[in-house]
């Protein structure tokens, strides 16, 4: 059995469509009571999960030898995945997929540093594991950029002309698929990234040739990107991660392109003008809509 923790998430989500697609068993474990009460309304196998009471945790992986492991994205995330990984150990799990991020292994920035220690308490666990390292979700989009898209036809950044070689979340959740039912991606790190390395100016361009309206992106100084995330509500502690993350886009961290997924599924992976097409009807303002 599967347990995919994160199972409302955006990767989550994907994988679950994934197994369901493939007919493969699996249990989903959500963070609120209504997810799984609309799963098992759907006749999945469905658990609650609390990361800060390590019994829910190892109720949810009892029975399960695959834990695929996307934490919250919290202040304390490293210590919430360390918990994870006690209780798995604890029930027998036998092989960890830790979605983790571009660059871990080298810890220059501070989303890197949350997730390494998690991986090397994973390495020094017992169990065999695989290491899912994404580049920047071109479903981030939607996500973080869509409001502003469809009221102002503009979205914002602090990363000036960088290029990043974004990835599509199917294709990740292909590959956390193989790697969850293959035996074969054990003790294997993938960094995955997109075919092209695009800067978010021509991200602008493709959506507005996509959408049929001209869409800007506008960098921002980053104190300036720090002052709008903090009116809109993020903690300070989570602002400072995504504006590191942003100088190591501008520091050229981000835009080389790797071969891991097309290694691992045997198809080259999404380009950004598919995603755009793809995600069009999300982008656009709600009169607009048909």
Known sequence: MICITGAGGTVGREVIQQLELAGVPFRAA????????????????????????????????QGCDQLFLLGPNALNQTQLELNAIEAAKAVGVQHIVKQSVMGAEDESYSLAQLHRPVEQAIEASGMTWTFLRPNSFMQNVVTFMSETIKAESAFYSASGAAKIAHVDVRDIATVAVKALTEPTHAGQAYTLT?????????????????????????????????????????????????????????????????????????????????????????????????
């Open 30 to 61: 959500y963070f609120s009571q209504a997810k799984v009460d609309a799963a098992l309304a759907k006749g999945i196998d469905a658990v609650i999960i609390d990361y800060n009471h390590p019994q829910t945790l190892r109720a949810a992986f």
């Open 194 to 290: 997109g075919a092209e390395a695009l800067s978010y100016d021509e991200l602008a361009q493709e959506l507005s040739a996509v959408l049929g309206r001209s869409i800007s992106h506008i960098s921002l100084p980053p104190e300036d990107l720090k002052h709008g995330m903090l009116a809109g509500g993020l903690p300070e502690a989570i602002a400072d991660r995504m504006l590191d993350l942003e100088r190591y886009y501008r520091e050229g961290q981000a835009n080389r392109i790797t071969h891991d997924i097309q290694q691992v599924t045997g198809q080259e992976p999404r380009r950004f003008a598919q995603y755009a097409r793809d995600c069009a009807p999300l982008l656009q303002p709600a009169a607009a809509v048909v």
